[in-house]
């Protein structure tokens, strides 16, 4: 796709016209992925993280936050229970957390891939190269690091550099895909400061990446970030800024699906945040087909707190597990068997 045709799509608001959008990303998920929906078992474990990021309320000035990280027995708790309750995949994620040392998070995913089926994904932010080869050679399977934007200036301000460490996303996505993992990536939609062309070159970027994992999700104000602070926050000019709303998303979703067809897409819980009635069914037909119930216990689950409000909050494991399933078979959908495995990343390696 053009450019100049994004473009014209994440501005279009006529519903006839949306309609062929979502009728259009729903025929290339149904024909490129099936109609499956895959189920993560999403665990949090370590809000700790030494970053800046002017979005996020787990960036290390915020001194509100009561920090946690869960031990390996925790951990493997919440893994059986994916078992449990028949995923094929978890997922392991944090904030960017120096205290999760290499060499016991790689035990940790020996341990998992040898006790059970599950393919392993991390998502643990900007490690080092040798600290990505030592999980994958450990068995993990995916990694997931979003780029955010692909605005280099408003990525720069949103997102700034570690003294004396200026790697950047883009680069470790390159490593992370030269080790074989499966490579996941993302941005949030209507970011302030990011303008529809923006968002246009995120999507063309996520084509560029030949993505096998693609998340997005709409940006939600945390009151304790710079982003929150009229004063410091990036502006677009007049009648160019994204909104960060829940119709903004699905077109995202929708694109990112004609754009990469055999990529794995999850309904977000960011989503959910903004329509917990039916944001992750709607995302469904508009081009998803993966969504990550949550089993990090409930005392740990309010302290990763992103954003304010996040949906789901109180629920078990279990409750998740039900609600979901219950949402995807009300659609006439299947929840995936086994672990889900990205088509794209199969296409790329046979
Ligand atoms: N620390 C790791 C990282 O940054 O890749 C993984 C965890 S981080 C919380 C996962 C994602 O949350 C980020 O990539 C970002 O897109 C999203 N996120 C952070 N703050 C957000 C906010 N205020 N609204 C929406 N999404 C947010
Ligand atoms: Fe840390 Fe990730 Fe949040 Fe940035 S987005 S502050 S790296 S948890």
């Given at each position: ?14 519903p ?14 149904q ?8 189920l ?33 027995g ?23 957390d ?5 060499a ?96 246009a ?52 979703i ?26 992750r069914e ?44 219950a ?24």
């Amino acid at each position: 796709m053009q450019l100049s045709e994004i473009t014209a799509w994440l501005r279009e608001d006529a519903p006839a016209r949306l309609a062929e959008l979502w009728r259009r990303a729903d025929d290339t998920r149904q024909q490129h992925v099936g109609g499956q929906v895959h189920l993560r078992g999403l665990i949090e474990i370590s809000n700790h993280c030494v970053r800046l990021c002017g979005y996020c309320g787990l960036r290390a000035p915020n001194a509100w936050l009561v920090r946690y990280r869960m031990s390996e027995g925790e951990i493997l708790d919440c893994v059986r229970n994916a078992v449990a309750l028949g995923y094929g995949t978890v997922v392991l994620q944090s904030g960017e957390d120096p205290g999760i040392e290499a060499a016991w998070m790689a035990s940790l995913v020996r341990r998992i891939k040898r006790d059970t089926p599950l393919a392993v994904t991390l998502s643990l932010g900007e490690r080092s190269d040798d600290d990505l080869a030592t999980w994958r050679e450990a068995g993990a399977d995916r990694y997931l690091l979003r780029f955010e934007t692909s605005n280099r200036r408003l990525y720069e301000q949103i997102h700034p550099a570690r003294p004396g460490d200026p790697r950047d996303r883009l680069a470790i996505l390159a490593t992370i895909r030269r080790l074989g993992y499966e490579v996941g990536s993302g941005v949030m939609v209507g970011i302030p400061g990011q303008t529809y062309e923006d968002l246009a070159g995120d999507l063309r970027l996520f084509g560029e990446l030949d993505l096998d994992m693609i998340g997005v999700g709409p940006y939600l104000e945390h009151p304790n970030t710079p982003l929150a602070d009229p004063a410091q926050r990036p502006t677009a000019p007049d009648g160019q800024q994204v909104p960060a709303t829940e119709l903004m998303t699905y077109k995202v979703i929708a694109l990112a699906r004609l754009v990469c067809p055999k990529a794995n897409i999850p309904a977000t819980t960011a989503l959910a945040t903004l329509n917990r009635e039916s944001g992750r069914e709607l995302g469904l037909v508009r081009g998803a087909n993966v969504v990550m119930p949550n089993l990090t216990p409930p005392q740990y689950r309010r302290l990763y707190e992103i954003y304010p409000d996040k949906a789901c909050l109180a629920e078990t494991g279990e409750a998740c597990h039900y609600c979901l399933t219950a949402r995807i078979e009300g659609l006439g959908r299947d929840p995936g068997a086994g672990r889900g495995d990205s088509p794209n990343y199969a296409t790329r390696n046979t």
